[in-house]
């Protein structure tokens, strides 16, 4: 159903609220006592999170590419990851998935398996069209669902200084920095965070 199809209706005064999306600027009319909050829950419902299947591999690997050419440089070991997911990332036990808006391939990201109840979250990556959607949120949300039903004791990430907004959503989600290991796989890593599912005794 088409948002233009599914007007708030109110009774005293409208005010317009422009909703950008990839080839259409929908026009709302919403009444003044109704939120942001309500279009921003439908906007939601637009987002479906799906696992990785071969025909996603381009998109997959286009994503990630546009994403780290915007801010650094591709590396060797994205090369690796990028290029051959299913062998990479797959066969070693982790886990893709594929952001759909739309049924359209805008975002993903992946769950590499470090050890048996260790993964990181990585290659998380959103189509820059489709970005003020929260689509990058509503992913981290899912990938912690995951990690919860799976009953893996940490979720780690590795990121950059450069990416203070990106930061600040970890934190928000419960991540916490720890220092950073010797030999890292990637030149621009200069950030390590985890977050810690169940409690070891």
Known sequence: MSVC???IRGNLNFRFFNVKLIYNTWL??????????????YLETMLTIVPYEHKYNQNFRDLNIAWINE?????????ELLNDPQSSII???G???????????????ALI???IERYELG??????????????????????????TENWKTLELYSSTKLDAALHIYKKFG???????????YLRSDVKMELTLLNVT
Request: proline letters at 4%; one cysteine or more; glycine letters at 6%.
């Open 28 to 41: 709302i009319p919403i009444q003044e006592d109704i939120t942001w909050a309500l279009i921003k829950q």
């Open 91 to 93: 066969a070693k036990g």
């Open 175 to 185: 991540f916490k920095e720890v220092p950073l290991e010797d030999n890292l796989e």
């Open 123 to 148: 290659k998380m990556a959103v189509n820059k069209s489709h970005h003020g959607l929260k689509i990058g949120q509503s992913m981290l949300a899912y990938a912690i669902d995951v990690a919860r």
């Open 71 to 79: 801010y650094f440089k591709v590396e060797k070991k994205d090369r």
């Open 113 to 115: 398996k470090k050890e």
């Open 5 to 7: 199809s599914s007007y």
């Open 95 to 109: 886990y893709i998935f594929i952001g759909l808006w739309y049924n359209k391939p805008v975002g993903c990201f």
